[in-house]
């Protein structure tokens, strides 16, 4: 039965956060956030490792690194989706030699 407590305290805590506006800055917030691709995988993996119960600080240790090690992935990936645009390209000549 607590939890039915506890849903009705969350249920009022957002209705209050959504009548002092404090939803649209935070939905503010997140779309800036999710404008960077390291704030976004910096959050996300604090938030996933706090939630796993890993202490504050080795997850801050760890997210940071990991955040600017991304930049690199997303070089490779560029890279990646560059050969495969290439390569489709060489595969639909192929298949329509006119065009």
């Known amino acids: 039965m607590g939890w ?5 305290l969350t249920a009022a805590a957002t209705a209050v956060a959504h009548h002092l506006g ?3 800055k935070v939905a503010e917030t ?10 976004t995988v910096f959050w996300t993996v604090v938030a996933v490792l706090l ?3 890993v202490p504050l ?3 801050l240790l760890l997210a940071m690194p990991l955040a600017y090690l991304t930049d690199w992935l997303g070089l490779v990936l560029a890279d ?20």
């Not at 039915?4 to 009705?8: C, D, G, N």
């Not at 990646?80 to 065009?99: G, I, M, V």
Request: net charge positive; proline share 5%; glycine share 4%.
């Open 57 to 59: 600080l080795q997850t």
């Open 51 to 53: 939630l796993t119960g």
């Open 30 to 39: 997140a779309s800036e956030i999710a404008g960077c691709p390291r704030c």
């Open 22 to 24: 404090l939803v649209e």
């Open 4 to 8: 039915v407590l506890i849903a009705v």
């Open 80 to 99: 990646f989706a560059e050969l495969y645009d290439r390569l489709w390209q060489r595969q639909k000549r192929r298949r329509n030699p006119r065009k």
